[in-house]
């Protein structure tokens, strides 16, 4: 059958725009070989409603054999005990998540996406501010979860679930005390780690499986695998509810082809080369904030894969416009509010910068050092447009072309 030429021309374009840039979207990565020709395998013809040894389908039985591969791998990737693997994306876990522990109306505390959380967190625009009441926890003023008011907020506000884990939080999170809080409002913890999921998995973060009751994730950030997600616990009637949440109650038919690149992921995860490459995101997540904060940029300094760097004080700029002025020399980023911003969403005073997607593709602590200046060159205009694409050209043509990882 003829193909259409037109869709595959817009696909080589979209391989050349991933080569010839700089990545620095904090929630995005570059998917190995074996992951992408997975999520491309015939392992998307097949139904198979249900979960392993449980389906509504004839046929299944590799297909169990996959899934059942992918939930061994990923309880032994995090020391969980058991694990759904069908979620379609970080989102679709969340819901699952609400759906499996609260009734319709009960309430959630969480980090306001403005401050760092998720639009499933209770946003307005999101489901869940339709389904649940939510109320919010703040940052101090440097940026920190403010633990102390997150305390009062829930002896107030009563929760019945608590929930932790963010889209643009540059720092470690406090689980313990977290968990006390929710043990003492008799609350649910849980744990959204879908953008550190990676450095959890390599050991580099503390794991929160050891102190929520349910942790979802995101497989495709950090963690380098295909775009899914995951649910996972250490208690055997939560994980019931989970599963019945996500088939029937959430999800028709799983992506079995997308649950077997999941699996792969988590295979690479588990193998010494991936511990060596979240350690060289850690580093060169630092170097480059750190460059900046020498260069006089102001940024929120870095415990894990991202910062946040203020644009408006470091070069009079928002973050709508550094995000445009930096894709015309091919680095792309994104606007991100930060604390306390008195910009709008959609203009923001400042931008979220990772390092996952270009470790991936080889980048060194001196790559990152270059980056940190090409982007305060560029911003402050001490740099031409064309010695900036040129000097992006350079960094992007001695990494790893995209379809060699
Ligand atoms: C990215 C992200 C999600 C959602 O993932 P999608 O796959 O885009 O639905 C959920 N929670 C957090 C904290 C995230 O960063």
């Known amino acids: 059958m003829n193909r259409d030429e037109l869709l595959f021309s817009y696909l080589e374009s979209e391989t050349k725009r991933q080569n010839g840039g700089i990545e620095l979207i904090a929630s995005e990565n570059f998917a190995s070989k074996n992951v992408r020709a997975l999520c491309g395998s015939i392992l998307t013809n097949k139904y198979a409603e249900g979960f392993p040894g449980k389906r509504y389908y004839g046929g299944c039985v590799h297909i169990d054999e996959i899934e059942n591969r992918a939930i061994e791998l990923v309880t032994k990737l995090f020391g969980a005990k058991y694990a759904c693997v069908q979620p379609h994306s970080g989102t679709q876990a969340n819901m699952i998540a609400y759906y499996a522990l609260l009734n319709t109306g009960d309430k959630i505390l969480s980090l306001s996406l403005d401050e760092g959380g998720h639009l499933s967190h209770g946003s307005k625009v999101s489901f869940s501010s339709r389904y649940y009441n939510v109320d919010f926890y703040h940052l101090n003023k440097n940026g920190r979860i403010d633990y102390e008011a997150l305390r009062e907020k829930a002896l107030e506000y009563r929760p019945n679930l608590i929930l932790a884990g963010f889209s643009a939080y540059p720092f470690e999170i406090d689980y313990q005390k977290i968990k006390d809080v929710a043990k003492e409002v008799g609350a649910y913890f849980m744990v959204d780690m879908a953008h550190i999921a990676g450095l959890i ?54 992506l079995e082809n997308i649950i077997g690149a999941k699996a792969e992921c988590f295979y690479e995860a588990l193998q010494p080369e991936y511990k060596e490459y979240i350690k060289q995101v850690k580093i060169n997540t630092k170097a480059c904030s750190d460059e900046l904060t020498r260069l006089g940029d102001i940024n929120s300094g870095t415990e894990n894969h991202l910062f946040l760097l203020n ?80 000097r992006v050209k350079t960094l992007t043509k001695s990494w790893k072309q995209i379809d060699e990882i």
Do not use: W
């Not at 794991?207 to 250490?234: E, Q």
């Not at 996500?246 to 028709?252: E, R, T, V």
């Open 201 to 254: 998995a390599a050991g580099e973060l503390d794991n929160p499986l050891k102190y929520a009751d349910i942790v979802t994730s995101t497989t495709h950030k950090t963690l380098r695998g295909p775009r899914g997600g995951i649910v996972l616990t250490n208690n055997e009637e939560i994980i019931k509810k989970v599963n019945k949440a996500c088939f029937p109650a959430l999800q028709g038919g799983p």
């Open 311 to 390: 644009t408006k004080k470091s070069f009079g700029v928002t973050g709508k416009d550094a995000q445009e002025k930096l894709e015309e020399i091919g680095i792309t980023l994104n606007k991100n509010m930060l604390p306390n911003d008195d910009e709008k969403p959609s203009v923001t005073s400042g931008v979220r910068i990772g390092f996952a997607a270009v470790t991936t593709r080889g980048a060194i602590k001196e790559d990152a050092i270059e980056i940190a200046r090409i982007i305060d060159g560029y911003l402050k205009n001490n740099i031409k447009k064309e010695d900036a694409i040129s």
